[in-house]
């Protein structure tokens, strides 16, 4: 089973930018699919962007989509999620998630079932 850390949240000002890191450890990364979710308080999480195992396609939420990207560098068994543009609305707890089904699944559905421990991002105005 692959273990994930986040690591990357802070403080930053609307408009801003933060690079989310997510590191694997105990399996090789190139066995998931990998996604970025994100829970405000008092809101549900919602998944971010997604990401297939070369790196080849990828998914975003509306709300992100121009200002977030994310990438993933096997080798270094990191996945990394771009944070540009930020907005208040943006301030959440950022999650990232691993899947190791083969099935073909559209990424945004995906059953993500491996979860790190979050990190915060808090945007201010």
């Known amino acids: 089973q692959v273990q994930l850390v986040e690591s990357g949240g802070g403080l930053v000002q609307a408009g801003g930018s933060l690079r989310l890191s997510c590191a694997a450890s105990g399996r090789t990364l190139s066995l998931y699919v990998m996604g970025w979710f994100r829970q405000a308080p008092g809101k549900e999480r919602e998944i971010v962007a997604a990401?297939?195992?070369?790196?080849?396609?990828?998914y975003y939420a509306d709300s992100v989509k121009g200002r977030f990207t994310i990438s993933r560098d096997n080798a270094k068994n990191t996945v990394y999620l771009q944070l540009n543009s930020l907005k208040p609305e943006d301030t959440a707890v950022y999650y990232c998630?691993?899947?190791?089904?083969?099935?073909?699944?559209?990424?945004?559905?995906?059953?993500?079932?491996?979860w790190g421990q979050g990190t915060l991002v808090t945007v201010s105005s």
């Open positions: 998630a691993a899947d190791k089904s083969m099935a073909p699944i559209e990424l945004r559905y995906r059953g993500f079932e491996v």
């Open positions: 990401i297939d195992r070369s790196g080849a396609n990828t």
